[in-house]
């Protein structure tokens, strides 16, 4: 991985929290820290999206997690719909990415394209 962690402020502290815990849950990731203002989720010990209310969110960016197979994949997808998510692309293959690249798209409750990625064959 090229980076530790990134993190970025959102507009409601409490829903995007919610929709990150239950989203990306499949993934095997949940909230590890938090204090006043802010929350930060990972696996493993391990830190890997921080997010706060120290300001304004920013303009829409994108953000991949890697996921373990592509039922996490599907998981994910339903996970972020059900957690107030908005679809962005169902779960399939994208071969204009990679022929083994499986994700699905979500907006996050500020408008960022969330997705989960799988580049495993099969399933």
Do not use: T
Request: overall charge negative.
């Amino acid at each position: 991985m090229a980076f530790d962690h990134i993190g970025f402020n959102v507009a409601d502290l409490a829903r995007s929290r919610a929709f990150y815990a239950a989203a990306l849950a499949p993934l095997g990731m949940g909230v590890l820290k938090e204090g006043e203002g802010w929350a930060a989720l990972g696996r493993d010990g391990q830190l890997s999206l921080w997010i706060g209310a120290y300001g304004p969110a920013p303009g829409p960016v994108h953000i991949a997690f890697a996921a373990p197979s592509r039922e996490a994949v599907r998981a994910f997808h339903a996970a972020a719909l059900e957690a107030g998510g908005a679809d962005n692309g169902g779960p399939g293959l994208r071969p204009n990415y990679a022929p083994d690249y499986y994700a699905a798209f979500v907006h996050d409750p500020d408008g960022h394209n969330v997705d989960a990625v799988c580049r495993q064959a099969g399933e």
